[in-house]
């Protein structure tokens, strides 16, 4: 497993779920869903996987399996 993943394609993979972003304050993007999950994603050139995982579990609330499916 990588150490990171480029924002670019965590990014896609948030609009492939059918979130929106909302609004940026900084380097950070708040998206909402339709059903009232929210997320903030910073905006640098890559996301460590460690916060990655923590999106994905607390915010996306759907498995890390799922969700890597979706970058490629």
Known sequence: MPN???T???LEALHKLGFQGIRQKGSHLFF???DG?????????EIRIKLLVKIIKQDLKMSKEEFFKLLE
């Open 8 to 10: 670019r394609k965590v």
């Open 37 to 45: 999950r929210t997320t903030l994603v910073p905006l640098h050139k």
């Open 32 to 34: 909402e869903h339709s």
């Open 4 to 6: 990171s993943v480029k």
